[in-house]
């Protein structure tokens, strides 16, 4: 770990236990297709897959919301389904459709995963870290990533997004069996692909957990915490000081609770959660990140900055990191983004 580093971030300061005000500020999807720069570069691309296994292209990306607002996090480009496009599942972006996965639904489908990581899919994301930490300001920290295992298996199972992911829920409970293979392969994948993105340079690790919302009690403890588990002991055992964060989107706070003890160093929250819960439940075990609804990023106004002091006000005192509660969207104005810097790093 790079201790400097450490001693000037204020965003890996809360992580390591220190309430920050103004609180350390970064938006999920921060490098995307809000952005003008962002957009040049995609072109150039050709292909959103492309782009990512481009470290060049990937780095650059990146970088460029670093250089517009000056957040206090860069986090790479990539996408939580680089981790079963390297396990060999077939992927494609259409335009404007979301992923399309070559389905794996079946015992056949989990014994033909590879049994390690294609390097030219996992390598050029290595690469682009190494380059964007070699360019970042001693400052700002770097984010790596990957999908949780429950989340990444919805994509892998439905073949792409669907509504209520109801295909992998339904394969979930009819074949307990098979559905723990694919999660326990996928709980090994990233555990080996966080440990490479930490090796070549990212000081944190968030977990994204998109469709953590959809599972009742008993399975979300079975599908998304225990990995969770799982995960960062074997992520803490190859790298001691790395930070995690996990996003289970849609959770309640009791799900919520029952992840504060699986050696995380934060919780991001979506935008339906009672900050005021959150805070008395859970800020005393863990760093609390988030939780402004995208959509007041875009109406602006009142709606935004309103918003943006009541969120100040209700974490004030504890370990809050500023960020959406879910990725930017397109349609987001740059000066609404420029409006929330001011006022999330407005003296209070
Ligand atoms: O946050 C960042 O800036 C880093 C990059 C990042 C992307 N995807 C780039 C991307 C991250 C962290 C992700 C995570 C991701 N990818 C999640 C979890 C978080 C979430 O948003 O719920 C999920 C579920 C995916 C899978 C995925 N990738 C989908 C469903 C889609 C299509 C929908 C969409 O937003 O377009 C993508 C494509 C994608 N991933 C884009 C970007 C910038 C848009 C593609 C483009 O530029 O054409």
Same mark, same amino acid.
């Given at each position: 770990?790079?201790?400097?580093?450490?001693?000037?971030?204020?965003?890996?300061?809360?992580?390591?236990?220190?309430?920050?005000?103004?609180?350390?500020?970064?938006?999920?999807?921060?490098?995307?297709?809000?952005?003008?720069?962002? /957009?040049?570069?995609?072109?150039?691309?050709?292909?959103?897959?492309?782009?990512?296994?481009?470290?060049?292209?990937?780095?650059?990306?990146?970088?460029?919301?670093?250089?517009?607002?000056?957040?206090?996090?860069?986090?790479?480009?990539?996408?939580?389904?680089?981790?079963?496009?390297?396990?060999?599942?077939?992927?494609?972006?259409?335009?404007?459709?979301?992923? &399309?996965?070559?389905?794996?639904?079946?015992?056949?489908?989990?014994?033909?995963?590879?049994?390690?990581?294609?390097?030219?899919?996992?390598?050029?994301?290595?690469?682009?870290?190494?380059?964007?930490?070699?360019?970042?300001?001693?400052?700002?920290?770097?984010?790596?990533?990957?999908?949780?295992?429950?989340?990444?298996?919805?994509?892998?199972?439905?073949?792409?997004?669907?509504?209520?992911?109801?295909?992998?829920?339904?394969?979930?409970? /009819?074949?307990?069996?098979?559905?723990?293979?694919?999660?326990?392969?996928?709980?090994?994948?990233?555990?080996?692909?966080?440990?490479?993105?930490?090796?070549?340079?990212?000081?944190?690790?968030?977990?994204?957990?998109?469709?953590?919302?959809?599972?009742?009690?008993?399975?979300?403890? /079975?599908?998304?915490?225990?990995?969770?588990?799982?995960?960062?002991?074997?992520?803490?055992?190859?790298?001691?000081?790395?930070?995690?964060?996990?996003?289970?989107?849609?959770?309640?706070?009791?799900?919520?609770?029952?992840?504060?003890?699986?050696?995380?160093?934060?919780?991001?929250?979506?935008?339906?959660?009672?900050?005021?819960?959150?805070?008395?439940?859970?800020?005393?075990?863990?760093?609390?990140?988030?939780?402004?609804?995208?959509? &007041?990023?875009?109406?602006?106004?009142?709606?935004?900055?309103?918003?943006?002091?009541?969120?100040?006000?209700?974490?004030?005192?504890?370990?809050?990191?500023?960020?959406?509660?879910?990725?930017?969207?397109?349609?987001?104005?740059?000066?609404?983004?420029?409006?929330?810097?001011?006022?999330?790093?407005?003296?209070?």
């Amino acid at each position: 770990m790079n201790r400097a580093l450490e001693t000037r971030s204020p965003f890996l300061r809360v992580l390591d236990g220190t309430p920050f005000d103004p609180p350390p500020l970064w938006m999920m999807r921060q490098a995307g297709r809000y952005l003008p720069e962002y /957009r040049a570069v995609r072109a150039e691309a050709g292909d959103f897959l492309t782009l990512c296994y481009t470290p060049k292209l990937a780095a650059e990306v990146t970088l460029q919301p670093i250089r517009r607002y000056g957040f206090d996090a860069a986090i790479i480009f990539s996408d939580i389904l680089v981790v079963p496009h390297a396990l060999g599942v077939g992927l494609t972006f259409e335009a404007g459709e979301g992923p &399309r996965l070559t389905p794996v639904t079946d015992s056949e489908g989990v014994a033909a995963l590879k049994d390690r990581l294609d390097p030219d899919k996992v390598e050029p994301v290595y690469e682009a870290i190494a380059s964007v930490r070699a360019t970042l300001p001693a400052e700002v920290a770097l984010i790596g990533f990957c999908g949780a295992p429950w989340t990444v298996a919805t994509y892998m199972v439905a073949g792409q997004g669907t509504d209520d992911q109801a295909p992998a829920r339904m394969l979930a409970l /009819r074949d307990e069996t098979l559905f723990q293979s694919l999660i326990d392969r996928l709980v090994e994948a990233s555990i080996v692909h966080l440990a490479g993105q930490v090796a070549a340079g990212a000081d944190v690790v968030q977990i994204f957990d998109t469709w953590a919302g959809v599972l009742d009690p008993s399975s979300f403890e /079975r599908w998304c915490a225990e990995p969770l588990r799982r995960i960062v002991a074997g992520l803490k055992a190859l790298h001691p000081h790395v930070r995690v964060i996990a996003f289970p989107k849609g959770a309640t706070l009791e799900a919520l609770e029952r992840l504060a003890d699986t050696g995380i160093n934060a919780i991001g929250l979506d935008w339906s959660a009672d900050r005021q819960a959150a805070r008395r439940r859970l800020s005393g075990r863990v760093a609390l990140q988030g939780n402004l609804d995208p959509l &007041r990023l875009i109406a602006g106004g009142a709606a935004l900055e309103d918003e943006v002091a009541r969120i100040r006000d209700d974490f004030s005192g504890v370990r809050h990191i500023f960020n959406l509660g879910h990725g930017i969207r397109p349609e987001t104005p740059l000066d609404h983004v420029e409006k929330l810097v001011e006022a999330v790093r407005r003296a209070r």
